[in-house]
């Protein structure tokens, strides 16, 4: 009895692993010269967007402005931010001090 318990145990973990992993979709996006670098991404629903500051001196932040969410904290040089989309749509951003400046991007997430 013992024996295939522990068998069963494994190949549940083996499941549970690979649909964690699945899940886990990473997609980054360097902050360089008041730049969002790529501006334009698309995923799918589930994926994991990370933000980094890859600046010298400059610090820059997040906010998806035309929906109506506050302003991000500022990120300094190699900090990070991160967000799960879930659902499908169009996400505008911009960097709250550099909009002006063309600091904006874009996350669209598609089926
Ligand atoms: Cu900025």
């Known amino acids: 009895m013992k024996p295939l318990r522990t068998l069963a145990l494994i190949l549940m973990l083996g499941v549970t692993t690979a649909a964690t992993a ?5 997609v980054v996006i360097e902050m360089i010269e008041y730049q969002f670098t790529p501006q334009e ?10 933000w980094v500051n890859r600046e010298k001196r400059q610090y820059h932040n997040i906010w998806f402005k035309e929906a109506g969410e506050e302003p991000g904290e500022y990120l300094f040089p190699e900090e990070e931010y ?7 749509g169009d996400y505008p951003y911009v960097c709250q001090p550099h909009e002006d400046r063309g600091m904006t ?3 669209i997430v598609a089926e």
């Open 22 to 26: 699945g899940a886990e979709e990473e």
């Open 41 to 50: 991404v698309t995923i799918k629903p589930g994926t994991k967007v990370r």
């Open 82 to 88: 991160e967000r799960v989309f879930e659902k499908a």
């Open 105 to 107: 991007g874009r996350i």
